[in-house]
């Protein structure tokens, strides 16, 4: 992870997933996070890499949403529908 520019020093970002950055995630009363779009990202290790779409999401599951470092862990944003989310959830 590293700075995204002098002026946001401390926001952290994702090394190599510049194009599926989104914007940046706003809490009260904790520090603004960068936002990445998850299929983006897959799509980038898939065309970049020459993983197949499985390896990439196992990939990005383990070594970049599975890695905590800090209150200024990106958000990696997996867009639904309000249905397909209550359906992914409900099983």
């Known amino acids: 992870m590293k700075g995204l520019s002098?002026?946001?020093?401390s926001l952290l970002t994702a090394d190599g997933f510049d194009e599926a950055f989104v914007g940046i995630g706003r809490r009260c009363s904790r520090p603004d996070v960068a936002?990445?779009?998850v299929s983006k990202m897959v799509s980038i290790l898939v065309k970049r890499?020459?993983?197949s779409e499985?390896?990439?999401i196992e990939y990005i599951?383990?070594?970049t949403i599975g890695a905590w470092v800090g209150e200024q862990t990106p958000?990696?944003?997996d867009q639904k529908t309000?249905?397909?989310a209550r359906e992914e959830l409900i099983g």
Do not use: S
């Open 6 to 9: 002098d002026e946001c020093e």
């Open 35 to 37: 936002v990445y779009d």
């Open 49 to 51: 890499d020459g993983m």
């Open 54 to 56: 499985e390896e990439a």
């Open 61 to 63: 599951e383990f070594n």
């Open 75 to 77: 958000i990696y944003l």
């Open 82 to 84: 309000i249905t397909e």
